[in-house]
């Protein structure tokens, strides 16, 4: 009986731990929080469409990196290296400051209250709404690591552009994350732009997964010797749309990265999914926000544990 009783209070405890990340957590407590920060994600939008996919692929870039813990938001210091700087995310990663302006916002409404790691899931959810993708639910009442984590930024934990679908399925499998998870989150490539250093090997290369005059379009403005810094859009028809564009490209050769492209063609289970949202708009959204809920509980810190950040770029 008292081993019943004992297992009882343990599951009790654990379901208490998981309801801690809700839609609902901050109504009673900071109830214009999601407003506050919607209204400061569009402001910054509306000033730099390219913006949105910025603040995606940060949502991402945090929660791979031993979870959504805002870490990806501390800046260096003597004793703590930044996972800004480290491979992936160096002069690359972007929004910082667009987090920053939206936690000042809230900490005007609600001083100590919302954390930066919700922030950027939140900002994610509305970046995307904003340029046409789905509206849906951000469970939030997450923490604050007190620390950042270079060396897992580096050491695997986020994707190469020259990433093979091995190396993408088992990176997504290890985060929790099934081959729908990781065919529906690759669409947020429908927006932004890359440098021509992440594809310019593909132009060249004389491969056969590449469209030749799309390659020949690219090549444009991606000489074989310079132009590195040059910028491509991921998806060239609807550059600053979230729509299900990308897969359409996909299917043509038309992937700018190879990690992109990668997803269709080799007669792996991703062809039909691909070929499935690429038909199929609304059965791509829902599967997105599905998956980006999913990546939203990917180690959260909870309860106790962390902190609420005052600034998102320090610890207290």
Same mark, same amino acid.
């Given at each position: 009986?008292?081993?019943?009783?004992?297992?009882?209070?343990?599951?009790?405890?654990?379901?208490?731990?998981?309801?801690?990340?809700?839609?609902?957590?901050?109504?009673?407590i900071?109830?214009?929080?999601?407003?506050?920060?919607?209204?400061?994600?569009?402001?910054?939008?509306s000033?730099?469409?390219?913006?949105?996919?910025?603040?995606?692929?940060?949502?991402?870039?945090?929660?791979?990196?031993?979870?959504?813990?805002?870490?990806?938001?501390?800046?260096?210091?003597p004793?703590?290296?930044?996972?800004?700087?480290?491979?992936?995310?160096?002069?690359?990663?972007?929004?910082?400051?667009?987090?920053?302006?939206?936690?000042?916002a809230?900490?005007?409404?609600?001083?100590?209250v919302?954390?930066c790691?919700?922030?950027?899931?939140?900002?994610a959810?509305?970046?995307?709404?904003?340029?046409?993708?789905?509206r849906?639910?951000?469970?939030?009442?997450?923490?604050?690591?007190?620390?950042?984590?270079? /060396?897992i930024? $580096?050491s695997?934990?986020?994707?190469?552009? %020259?990433?093979?679908?091995?190396?993408? *399925? !088992?990176?997504?499998?290890?985060?929790?994350?099934n081959?729908?998870?990781?065919?529906?989150?690759?669409?947020?490539?429908?927006l932004?732009?890359?440098?021509?250093?992440?594809?310019?090997?593909?132009?060249?290369d004389?491969?056969?997964?590449?469209?030749?005059?799309?390659?020949?379009?690219?090549?444009?403005?991606?000489?074989?010797?310079?132009?590195d810094t040059?910028?491509?859009?991921?998806?060239?028809?609807?550059?600053?749309?979230?729509?299900?564009?990308?897969?359409?490209?996909l299917?043509?050769?038309?992937?700018?990265?190879?990690?992109?492209?990668?997803?269709?063609?080799?007669? /792996?289970?991703? $062809?039909s999914?691909?070929?499935?949202?690429? %038909?199929?708009?609304?059965?791509?959204? *829902? !599967?997105?926000?599905a998956?980006?809920?999913?990546?939203g509980?990917?180690?959260?810190?909870?309860?106790?544990?962390?902190?609420?950040?005052?600034?998102?770029?320090?610890?207290?």
């Open positions: 009986m008292a081993i019943f009783k004992i297992i009882v209070l343990l599951l009790s405890l654990s379901c208490f731990c998981q309801a801690q990340l809700s839609p609902t957590f901050y109504d009673q900071c109830p214009n929080a999601l407003s506050t920060i919607r209204s400061s994600i569009r402001t910054a939008i000033r730099e469409r390219r913006m949105a996919a910025s603040l995606i692929r940060l949502h991402f870039h945090d929660c791979f990196v031993n979870g959504c813990d805002a870490s990806v938001m501390l800046v260096a210091t004793t703590m290296e930044s996972e800004r700087d480290s491979v992936a995310n160096f002069q690359s990663a972007r929004g910082f400051e667009v987090i920053d302006q939206a936690k000042s809230v900490e005007s409404v609600c001083p100590g919302v954390s790691a919700d922030i950027i899931a939140v900002a959810r509305d970046a995307s709404e904003y340029v046409g993708g789905p849906y639910a951000v469970k939030v009442g997450r923490r604050d690591s007190t620390t950042a984590f270079r /060396a930024a $580096d695997g934990d986020l994707p190469s552009f %020259r990433a093979s679908l091995d190396d993408l *399925s !088992d990176l997504f499998l290890r985060k929790g994350l081959t729908r998870d990781l065919v529906a989150l690759s669409g947020a490539h429908t932004g732009q890359a440098t021509c250093v992440t594809f310019k090997e593909r132009l060249y004389n491969s056969s997964d590449i469209d030749a005059g799309f390659s020949s379009t690219r090549k444009r403005r991606c000489p074989v010797n310079g132009g040059n910028l491509a859009p991921l998806d060239q028809v609807t550059p600053n749309s979230f729509d299900n564009n990308y897969y359409r490209n299917m043509q050769k038309k992937g700018l990265l190879a990690s992109d492209q990668v997803l269709f063609g080799s007669g /792996a289970s991703t $062809d999914i691909v070929s499935e949202y690429s %038909r199929n708009p609304s059965r791509f959204a *829902s !599967d997105y926000a998956a980006m809920i999913k990546m509980d990917i180690q959260t810190l909870t309860g106790s544990a962390g902190q609420i950040r005052r600034i998102c770029t320090a610890v207290n």
